[in-house]
């Protein structure tokens, strides 16, 4: 019997689930989705677990030299 996938949402604390098992969840490492209760952006990460990607972007775009709130940098794109 396979297990189900559970997370959590770093934001709200909510644990919630995708109807897949954790081997499916595999196969979407680096995905985004929506948290169900907060709808905040998140990522699964390799070990299954997931994170606030909008704090991941606005890290991503300091570093390029751009301070954007976390909000901006979730929509928006940078065309190099």
Known sequence: ????????????GKAFST????????????????CPSCNAL?????????????????SIYHDMGLDVSKAHAQNSYIDL
Do not use: Q, R, Y
């Open 1 to 12: 019997m396979s297990n189900k996938w559970k997370g959590t949402c770093p934001i709200c």
């Open 42 to 58: 998140l990522k699964l990460n390799k070990n299954l677990t997931c994170s606030d990607f909008g704090e991941e972007l606005v």
């Open 19 to 34: 109807g897949l098992t954790e081997s499916e969840m595999l196969n979407h490492i680096g995905a985004t989705m929506d």
